[in-house]
Structures are given as C-alpha cells and as structure tokens.
C-alpha cells in the first residue's frame, strides 16, 4: 500500500529529477539540491554550444587583419621622393600600365630603380614596397647608402628573406653606381643580374631594345605582354 508520504517524496523526485520512480517504494530515491545542481551543470555540458550571429560577427572580426594597401604606400612614397607621377619617358607614348609596377614609378631615378629590383627579386610587391619606402625614407640618395651600416640595412630587410646578401648588394651597387660612369648595361654594376637589365631598359630608356627582351621574371613578361598589345593597336 502507497502511503501518503510515498506519493509525496515521488513527486518531489520526478520535479528535481525529471524520472519517475514508478511508485515502488524499493527504488524511491530523493536527490538533496546538491545533487540536482550536479544534474543540472552535467547536463548542460553536454550540449553543444551554438554561438549566436553577433558573436561569430565578433569572432570574424577578431580574425581579420588590417590590410596594407600597397598601392597608396607607393603613391605616397613617389610623391614624398618628390619623383614625377608619370612615367618620365613614356608620357606620350606608353603611360602607365594596369599593372603600376613600382619600377614605372621610380624609373625617373635610375639609383632607385635598380635598388627597387634587389627588393622586388623573388618576392611580392605588397611585401617588399612597404619596406622599400622605409629604406628610401633612411637612404634617400646613392650617397646616404654607400656609406650605410650593412647591418642597419639587414635589419630593415630581415622580413623580405635574404637580408644580409641584399644589404651588401645596396652598399655595394651604391658605391659602384657613383664611382663606375662607364657603366652601359645595370648588369655591369655590383649585385644586378637580368632582372635588372630588363627593368632598365623596359622602365628608363627609349630605345627598341625592348623588343628582344626575354625577361625570366613573371610580372616582366606581363608588362611586356601589355607593351606589345599596344603596338598591335596602333
């Protein structure tokens, strides 16, 4: 027989627990409210977490680095050099290309150019013209970097890969470009190869010689590629 009692210690299981004890008085337990917590928190540890719309906007944001534009860090770096904005000697002929390589920008200043080249050789433009503009903002001239410290160069260079064979090509290149007049060709210089020769004559000459360049280097072929689609059109 099911006293009173018994059917009020079932219901109170069946509201801290959520089971039935089916009424036998055997298997009647009655959890204290420290045990209900215990239910409670396992239980909710169990489920998995879903997060709402505004935290995964947050987490999103949280992921996203700021992006370096590398194109207004050119602009800004030509304009502080006080080079022209235009292509010194393709005004009329060629302007600037789509693709605004850095060494259109600086092929009015043949120094900075072949600087430029010893940056841009086997690696991104968007990771070596930022660096470049500090380089200029410390070296501004031949002079200033012929007599720089090697390993204040390597240093500012370091993230580029490389750094203490390009410092020692800069100091290097700057000394040879001042002393050596007698130069014809970049290659002739300290620490200039190819690459160097085909931006020379692509960026800071007028002559035809462009026409028989093979340049090895990807974005060259592209300028290249650009400069004959614009002879067919004329």
Not at 26 to 35: A, E, G, V, Y
Not at 42 to 70: C, D, M, Y
Not at 166 to 182: G, H, M, P
Request: proline share 6%.
């Amino acid at each position: 027989m099911i006293t009173r009692s018994m059917a009020r210690a079932e219901t109170l299981s069946f509201l801290k627990t959520g089971e039935s004890t089916d009424l036998k008085p055997d298997s009647l337990t009655i959890n204290t409210p420290s045990q209900s917590k215990q239910r409670l928190s396992n239980h909710f540890k169990q489920r998995k977490h879903v997060p709402s719309k505004t935290e995964g906007k947050e987490r999103s944001l949280k992921k996203k680095a700021p992006t370096i534009n590398h194109l207004e860090i050119k602009d800004r770096m030509v304009a502080e050099l006080g080079l022209p904005s235009v292509p010194f000697h393709t005004i009329e002929e060629w302007g600037f290309s789509p693709y605004c390589f850095i060494q259109e920008k600086l092929a009015s200043d043949t120094w900075k150019m072949l600087v430029s080249t010893i940056f841009l050789n086997r690696t991104r433009g968007k990771t070596a013209i930022p660096i470049l503009a500090q380089f200029f903002t410390l070296f501004p001239t031949p002079n200033d970097a012929s007599k720089a410290d090697e390993r204040v160069i390597s240093s500012i260079m370091q993230p580029l890969g490389l750094h203490r064979t390009r410092a020692k090509r800069i100091v290097r290149l700057s000394q040879d470009f001042l002393e050596n007049e007698t130069w014809s060709k970049p290659s002739e210089l300290y620490g200039i190869g190819k690459y160097g020769d085909d931006s020379y004559v692509l960026f800071c000459t007028k002559s035809d010689a462009w026409k028989d360049l093979t340049p090895e280097d990807v974005q060259l072929k592209k300028y290249l590629d650009w400069r004959w689609s614009l002879m067919k059109t004329k």
